[in-house]
Structures are given as C-alpha cells and as structure tokens.
C-alpha cells in the first residue's frame, strides 16, 4: 500500500473545476515530482492533500487513513507537512520561532530540540542566523526556513510547493541538494515544481499535470527522455 | 499640583482605553475584522457587575469575575454565530455592517432587560484614596486600581503571548493563517479564545470605568468604544504595546484638553491629534510599517 493514493478528486473555485479528476500515489521513500505549466492545478493539489482545500468528490489516504475531509491542522500532527509555494514563513518572528512553530504539534520538548539540531546540521546558516527576523532573510534562506520549519514535525511525508521558484541559480542547485538529503534521510517527498528539468532529475517517478488533468506519469528519468515532455516542459 | 492631578485622572482614564484598546487590537491583529461591537460589550459587563453587586448584594471581586465569565461568553458567542460564518466567505464590509449590527442588537437588548434609565453605579473599589502634600494632591482608589490593573493586564498578556503554546497560535495566525494552519494551528479555535480574552478584559474595562464614571446606561459603552478604537488606531492598530500607549495618551490629551482648554471641545481635540498623528504617521506610532520582501 501506498504512504500517499489520491483517488480521482475534484475540486472547484466556485465554478471552475480546478481538478478534473486526479489520481496518483506516493510510496514510502520516494521522491514524486508534479510537473505542469503554470494553473495546471499543482498548488491546488498540494492544497487539497493538507486540507486547505476541500475537494469535492474522491479520497485521499495517507497511510492508509482516509484523510480526505480532514482538517488542515490535524494533518501535521499525523505525519505530513507542506511547504508552500512563496515559502509563507512568519516574518516578523525570529528563524528560531519559525522552526518552533513548526514543531506545534509536538508535546516532546527534549526531543524538539534534538531535531532542531538535526534541522541545524542540515541547514547551518539558519543556526548562524537563528535570531534573525525571518522576514529579513535572502528568498533562499527563506525557503530553507520554510523546509527546516517542515522538517521539526519529523513527517514521513513532506510536501513541496514550487521550492526553487525565484531563486538565484546557486540556491537553485542548493535546494535541490537538500531535497535529496532530505528524502535519503527516510523522508517521503512528494515535490511541485516549474523546474521540470531540476525535478525530473532528482524524482524517482513523475505525472504530468495538464489543466486540471494528468497527462502522463512515469519513472522521471524516462520522462526526461520523452520528446513531448522535452518540447513542452523542457524547452528543447 | 492641580496638573499632576490632571495627569493622574488622564492616566487612569487612557487606562481604561488601553485595556478596551486591547480588544479591539488583538481582534483585528488576528481575525483582520473591526469588531464595533466590543464598546457594547464594556456596557454589558458594566451591568452583569452591576446586578451582581448592586441587585443581588455580592462582594466586588466576585462580581467582577462574573461579569468577567458573562462577556467571555458573550465575545465567544458573538464571534462563532455572527462573524465565523462570515470572516472566509464575504467581503471585510459585509463582517464590518454585521459588528454594528451586533452593536445595535446588544444595546437594545440591555435596553428591553434593564429600561433606559441610567442606574447609578456604585464603584466596586473599596480601597481609600490617598492624600499627598497635605492634601493638594488627592489621588482615589479608583485611579490606583485603574493605573494598577491596566499595568498587570499589560504585564500578563505579553507573558501569555511570548510565553505560552497558544500565544504563540496567536503570534502565528495573526501573521499568515494559512501557514499556522500547516503549522497544525487551528485557527478558528485561536480566534475564538482572541474573542475571548478580549471580552474578559472588556468586562473589567466595564467595572472600572463605570467605577469612575457611575453611571451606567445602555450607551454607556459607545463613546469609550469609538475612543479606545481611536486609541488602537493612534498606537498602531495590531500592536499591542500600541493599544497600551495610544490608550494612555488618549486619557491624557482628552483629560489635559479638558482641564485647560475647553470641556465642550475636549473631544474635538483628541480627534484633531488623532488626524495629525495619522498625517504624519500613517499606520500608528507604533504599528508596523508594511514592507513585504519577496
């Protein structure tokens, strides 16, 4: 059985489907990317997975739970975090709040400050700037914050929206670095990116989102290979 | 002398705005809405205390702490039937006509309870005044238990805030809801205790103004509400060290204008600095000026 199976949800803004229909799964220890354009319903599924949206017909399992009416903030404390897109970290509070904040859930203060120095050793310049006001932060040391923040739930599943997106180059290839750290230290991740090719790269398995639909899905390295891939979401 | 006692008088009164101030503030920070209401619900704590004490002959702390459980509830009420349905789905003007709504509906409430006559409220401070320099300088129990009380609100409610689980939920969901809620923040429950705090604190806002100021009718909340809004408004609405110091400073200015220029044009001058301060400092002395980086 899958960690994650998305069954055949739809989901609405008003009256435009957003979601036609979209089914796939997640399995433990892998890395799944969703490519597409931009509004092809990337965010909107990623949003529908945590409870920020609601959809409006079809299931959502995660670990075999059926968490497809489950309200967002029930959804951490069960093992699955998100990362969303314009990395959203509290600006006006220290890097430190941020990563307690994302620890919320968690009632085990010794073992909190254990993964903080996990989150620490992974990501060093947010201890050297631990005391820094977030919103101070360069846009990739904000999305590293916004992924240390994920990581203090210690989820085995950690959704990630858009992370290189607006980023210099440098940070860029960084990002990606820490994505693969992150899932060769056992956790799951499912990833959305426009990077198509950054993300085919480092993803085991890949579907294809085309206006609220998916068009194709497969082991990322073939879809790299794949011409109608390479036309449309690799620029060659 | 007579300045210092001015001054004391304008400190104890800005105190009162502080702490209404808080409500209005907190609400806003957290939930973005203007709650218009929260002026009603000073008054109805002022007459929950008041039939506590006066009709049914109860000491004061223990009338004050019912009051205190009567606007709790109250602010809890008012927040998940007539704001909750409100605040995701329509337009910030929709929540802003339902709050005067409210407005008007608690009044008259109070109004069919209790008539319109204003009950003369006997103040629930018990402690003596004090007499300085021989008696040039005469400072009562009100004012110190006002000035008092405002200062151990300040003083817990920034602990509770920094300090605790939920005052983090708070910190949190007044910055960027969605992302408390992938925090594992429920949001709607942390509203709901920001309407509670807010409507406890109203309550004592309500016993010692109308301990002041004994007269207590079903209006009595509008003036000191559009004031401690004011006063939100002037320290920096969302802040709360901004709610503390517009309030103080409100008390001061009107109390001062009151005592050396004109009682009739007192108000006319607390608004005029309201304005002048707004010319030059657009959100507030203290409120965060908006700078996003991307």
Known sequence: MALLEVHDIKVYYGMIQALKGISFEVNEGEIVALIGANGAGKTTTLHTITGLLRAKSGSIHFDGKDITKTPAHHVVGMGMAHVPEGRRVFANMTVLQNLKMGAFTRRDKDEIMDTLETVYHRFPRLKERQGQIAGTLSGGEQQMLAMGRALMSRPRLILMDEPSMGLSPIFVNEIFDIIQKVSDSGTTVLLVEQNARKALSIADRAYVLETGTISMSGRAADLLNDEAVQKAYLGE | ?294
């Open chain 2, 1 to 294: 002398m007579s300045f210092l006692s001015y001054l004391l008088k304008g400190v104890s009164l800005g105190s009162v705005y502080a702490i209404i101030a808080l409500g209005y503030t907190m609400v806003y920070g957290i939930a973005k809405m203007l709650n218009f209401a929260h002026g009603d619900v000073i008054m109805v704590g002022g007459y929950a205390a008041f039939t506590c004490s006066m009709t049914r002959g109860m000491a004061p702390l223990p009338s004050i702490l019912i009051a205190m459980v009567v606007c709790t509830v109250l602010g809890i009420v008012i927040e998940t039937i007539a704001y909750r349905p409100l605040l995701e789905a329509a337009s910030p003007l929709a929540v802003l006509i339902t709050a005067i709504g409210v407005s008007y509906f608690l009044q008259n409430i109070v109004l069919i309870i209790f008539g319109s006559n204003p009950k003369s409220f006997q103040s629930l401070v018990k402690i003596p005044g004090l007499k300085l320099a021989d008696g040039a300088l005469t400072i009562s129990g009100e004012t110190i238990v006002t000035i008092l009380s405002c200062l151990i609100i300040m003083l817990i409610l920034t602990q509770f805030i920094s300090r605790t689980r939920m005052g983090q939920a708070m910190l949190a969901v007044s910055e960027d809801k969605g992302a408390a809620q992938l925090m594992g923040i429920n949001v709607n429950s942390t509203i709901a205790l920001t309407f509670a705090i807010g409507s406890g604190l109203a309550a004592i806002a309500g016993v010692l103004l109308c301990s002041a100021y004994p007269s207590l009718s079903p209006y009595t909340g509008a003036m000191p509400g559009i004031k401690a809004f004011v006063a939100a408004v002037f320290g920096g609405i969302g802040s709360i060290p901004g709610a503390f110091l517009g309030g103080i400073l409100l008390g001061v200015i009107e109390i001062l204008a009151k005592g050396y220029i004109s009682t009739q044009l007192s108000d006319a001058i607390v608004f005029g600095v309201l304005i002048i301060v707004l010319l030059v400092r657009p959100t507030g002395l203290l409120g965060k000026r908006i700078q996003e980086k991307v």
